[in-house]
């Protein structure tokens, strides 16, 4: 092969209690890129489509993390990056994280895969850290590993992969108004109370389990933040509304998704994740603020390959 088209998902990070840690993946929402081999050498980005990127390739996510994993390699040829965005930057639904992941995954596809996903992952910080201004991986490893997925530690890289219950869906509603991840980082405290902390490991701890022993009701218990929430929701308009209306309409949880705007909620079944679409929806038609709804299953396969 000498090009690739893919599918490049976003994903939800922090999902309540798990700020840095922990993501999932969506099915019904991602970016298109196509990557090809060239003969110049170097990384190339030909085509950019949906939202205004820059072209230059050290100051585009997909091509610095391209850049991190072509600089290991000896190869006489270069690649050539066509990104058709679909994922609105600072939607907070993992627009950088797509980018950054789609062009090492089409790369190492066209190679013969010699990286495995945890090697990808590496690559994808750095272009990841071109937006945030940090490295982390919640949004990159589960664009890469599919699912629920949880980093164990940066330095050295180990990301764990979480089994995915069946019958689990995702409501997003995404206002349309733009919070950086770098400032959003900015709001937050340095320091913590010792009571708020362990309330809130023992919430990430029992959301794992509950993943693994199908625990739905669980799962909503667990989907509580009492660290990042009460920052980062002052951002978000009618968050606590929204909250509300979703959890009345029989969500099992709802949180920001990554450093927001976007509110996911978390559902056992489509019918459930539509009711709450419906009650979600109405609480922004009272407001002057534009917004978009996705309903996602939870997308186990992650970035993939289009036919």
Not at 115 to 130: D, R
Not at 196 to 225: C, M, P, R, Y
């Given at each position: 092969?000498?090009?690739?088209?893919?599918?490049?998902?976003?994903?939800?990070?922090n999902?309540?209690?798990?700020?840095?840690?922990?993501?999932?993946?969506?099915?019904?929402?991602?970016?298109?890129?196509?990557?090809?081999?060239?003969?110049?050498?170097?990384?190339?980005?030909?085509?950019?489509?949906?939202?205004?990127?820059?072209?230059?390739?050290?100051l585009?996510?997909?091509?610095?993390?391209?850049?991190?994993?072509?600089?290991?390699?000896?190869?006489?040829?270069?690649?050539?990056?066509?990104?058709?965005?679909?994922?609105k930057?600072?939607?907070?639904?993992?627009?950088?994280?797509?980018?950054?992941?789609?062009?090492?995954?089409?790369?190492?596809?066209?190679?013969?895969?010699?990286?495995?996903k945890?090697?990808?992952?590496?690559?994808?910080?750095?272009?990841e850290?071109?937006?945030?201004?940090?490295?982390?991986a919640?949004?990159?490893?589960?664009?890469?590993?599919?699912?629920?997925?949880?980093?164990?530690?940066?330095?050295?890289?180990?990301?764990?992969?979480?089994?995915?219950?069946?019958?689990?869906?995702?409501?997003?509603?995404?206002?349309?108004?733009?919070?950086?991840?770098?400032?959003?980082r900015?709001?937050?405290?340095?320091?913590?109370p010792?009571?708020?902390?362990?309330?809130?490991?023992a919430?990430l701890?029992?959301?794992?389990?509950?993943?693994?022993?199908?625990?739905?009701?669980?799962?909503?218990?667990?989907?509580?933040?009492?660290?990042?929430?009460?920052?980062?929701?002052?951002?978000?308009?009618?968050?606590?509304?929204?909250?509300?209306?979703?959890?009345q309409?029989?969500?099992?949880?709802?949180?920001?998704?990554?450093?927001?705007?976007?509110?996911?909620?978390?559902?056992?079944?489509?019918?459930?994740a539509?009711?709450?679409?419906?009650?979600?929806?109405?609480?922004?038609?009272?407001?002057?603020?534009?917004?978009?709804?996705?309903?996602?299953?939870i997308?186990?396969?992650?970035?993939?390959?289009?036919?």
């Amino acid at each position: 092969m000498n090009e690739i088209k893919i599918f490049s998902p976003a994903t939800v990070a922090n999902v309540a209690c798990g700020f840095d840690v922990l993501g999932f993946c969506l099915d019904s929402v991602g970016d298109h890129m196509v990557i090809r081999k060239v003969e110049k050498k170097g990384i190339h980005i030909s085509h950019i489509e949906g939202f205004d990127l820059p072209y230059e390739t050290e100051l585009n996510v997909a091509g610095v993390s391209a850049l991190a994993m072509y600089n290991t390699l000896d190869l006489d040829f270069g690649f050539e990056i066509e990104i058709y965005k679909k994922i609105k930057p600072g939607s907070g639904i993992g627009s950088s994280a797509a980018s950054a992941v789609g062009s090492v995954f089409g790369m190492n596809e066209l190679l013969g895969r010699p990286f495995n996903k945890t090697q990808l992952t590496a690559f994808a910080i750095q272009g990841e850290a071109l937006a945030s201004k940090c490295e982390h991986a919640d949004n990159l490893a589960p664009a890469l590993f599919g699912g629920f997925t949880l980093v164990k530690s940066i330095s050295p890289l180990k990301i764990l992969d979480l089994p995915s219950p069946d019958g689990l869906y995702a409501t997003i509603i995404h206002p349309q108004i733009e919070i950086k991840t770098s400032e959003s980082r900015a709001i937050l405290p340095t320091e913590v109370p010792l009571n708020k902390a362990i309330e809130q490991w023992a919430n990430l701890g029992s959301l794992v389990h509950a993943l693994h022993t199908n625990d739905f009701e669980l799962i909503g218990d667990a989907l509580n933040d009492v660290i990042i929430e009460p920052y980062r929701s002052q951002l978000i308009p009618e968050f606590k509304l929204v909250k509300e209306a979703a959890l009345q309409a029989g969500a099992l949880g709802v949180g920001i998704s990554g450093s927001g705007p976007s509110i996911f909620s978390l559902s056992q079944g489509l019918d459930t994740a539509n009711t709450v679409k419906e009650a979600i929806a109405s609480v922004y038609k009272n407001t002057e603020i534009v917004f978009e709804i996705h309903v996602s299953k939870i997308n186990t396969q992650g970035v993939k390959i289009l036919k």
